[in-house]
């Protein structure tokens, strides 16, 4: 399994390739967004953008939390969502964690400022919103590869068709409890703690 992420899904997924017709970002509006993170240079933040997005907008994925304080667009084609079963995961979520991992970069924010962030571990934030603790997005910290990639919630989206189970993550960590049919890859938790561990470690 490969950390070369540049577009590419660093579960081994394929690469998605995005849109370069973003809008221009108003300054004195990106400036008020108090929960942009620090650690995320700005090649690996969302568009910020003023007005909330609609459903749909532009024929592309969009999504928002429940109370729509938070909305956005998904400007790369995504297809594959991840059952993520880790304890960390379904305790952030309620349930197990379905997901869409996509490049920061390649989506549009509506009130990112409106983010919560709670770390989970060394390894990736989660992010809520303020108002109504909708878990919206977990974004990675380490390793660097990771950096700037996002796992967006899956159930935020306004329209699911077409999208494919492609993966059980941290497998071995599902409880009995559920079960999904079909057949897909599943990755062990320990195939994922080798994929986040730092080179040096």
């Not at 108003?26 to 995320?40: C, D, I, K, T």
């Not at 928002?64 to 952030?92: E, M, T, W, Y």
């Not at 009995?176 to 730092?198: H, I, K, N, T």
């Amino acid at each position: 399994m490969t950390n070369d992420t540049n577009g590419k899904c660093p579960f081994g997924f394929g690469s998605e390739t995005p849109q370069t017709d973003a809008a221009t970002i108003e300054p004195s509006y990106a400036s008020r967004h108090a929960a942009m993170p620090s650690a995320m240079s700005r090649d690996q933040l969302p568009e910020l953008v003023k007005d909330p997005v609609e459903p749909g907008a532009d024929g592309l994925r969009t999504g928002r939390c429940l109370c729509g304080n938070v909305s956005f667009q998904i400007k790369s084609p995504v297809g594959k969502v991840f059952a993520n079963h880790d304890v960390l995961s379904r305790r952030r979520s309620g349930g197990v964690a379905m997901t869409i991992m996509v490049r920061a970069a390649t989506t549009a924010f509506h009130g990112w400022g409106r983010l919560v962030s709670y770390p989970l571990s060394e390894h990736e934030v989660s992010c809520f919103c303020r108002t109504c603790g909708t878990p919206v997005l977990v974004r990675y910290l380490q390793p660097e590869a990771m950096q700037g990639m996002i796992s967006l919630s899956a159930g935020t989206l306004d329209d699911s068709d077409g999208l494919q189970l492609a993966a059980d993550i941290c497998s071995d960590e599902k409880p009995d409890y559920y079960a999904f049919e079909g057949e897909r890859r599943g990755l062990p938790s320990e195939e994922v703690r080798a994929m986040f561990a730092r080179p040096d470690a």
